[in-house]
């Protein structure tokens, strides 16, 4: 059965700070892995879907990575803004289910 | 641009009680989900569809059920509310199966009293 663990549960950082989000998986035989935004009251933003074909993804400030063979992806923050203050909880999906396994998420919050 | 719209945003329920969490997508995506998160927790999947008329269990489907009549909507009917119910319920769509990115709407608070 596939886990996804999120280390820290939360994250505290003064602005400006580089950082870095970790999720490791169980299971190698992954499809993809997401990351997602989660701010309090909403839902769920996609931040990034990296293949499992695919060692990185990038988007702005955001850099997140992929190792399939040790079970580990991380997201990498850069020049952090009071602004990123959220939960960010990764997901991954497996090849012939159609359900997305996801972490209990990495409360970050930046302190100005 | 609405993208997915759940209603309502917040309700309380009795024990034994029914209700239906409505769910809406514009953007014309074949697939839909819903998840509950649980304080603390990651998601966990409910039901999902993978278009009009087409219907399947996720991880943890009892005590709910699901149609899915058009490609735009897609409640979750919750019957003989019980106080485990209690939970933020996400709706989701994606144009692609589970593989590509979803879109989530702000989620349906719901407390069983």
């Known amino acids: 059965k596939q886990e996804v663990t999120q280390i820290p549960a939360a994250l505290s950082v003064p602005e400006g700070e580089n950082l870095v989000l970790n999720c490791s998986f169980t299971d190698s035989a992954i499809y993809n892995l997401q990351w997602f935004r989660q701010d309090p009251g909403k839902g769920l933003t996609s931040l990034l879907l990296?293949?499992?074909?695919?060692r990185e993804q990038t988007s702005g400030r955001l850099n997140a990575s992929l190792d399939k063979s040790s079970g580990r992806s991380t997201l990498y923050i850069a020049a952090s803004q009071p602004g990123d203050s959220a939960t960010y909880l990764c997901a991954v999906s497996q090849g012939g289910s159609e359900k997305l396994v996801f972490g209990k998420g990495t409360k970050l919050t930046v302190n100005p | 641009n609405a993208g997915v719209t759940q209603t309502p945003k917040f309700r309380i329920l009795k024990i034994g009680q029914s209700m239906t969490l409505q769910c809406t997508q514009d953007m014309n995506h074949n697939y839909m989900y819903w998840y509950r998160q649980d304080p603390g927790m990651g998601l966990k999947l409910i039901y999902y569809?993978?278009?009009?008329?087409?219907?399947d269990k996720g991880e943890v489907p009892n005590g709910y059920n699901v149609s899915r009549s058009t490609t735009e909507d897609f409640p979750l009917r919750l019957e003989l509310a019980a106080p485990s119910q209690t939970s933020v319920y996400f709706c989701?769509?994606?144009?692609?199966?589970?593989?590509?990115?979803?879109?989530f709407g702000d989620g349906t608070r719901l407390s069983i009293l």
């Open positions: 989701a769509s994606s144009s692609y199966p589970i593989h590509g990115p979803q879109h």
């Open positions: 990296i293949q499992s074909s695919q």
């Open positions: 569809s993978v278009g009009a008329g087409i219907t």
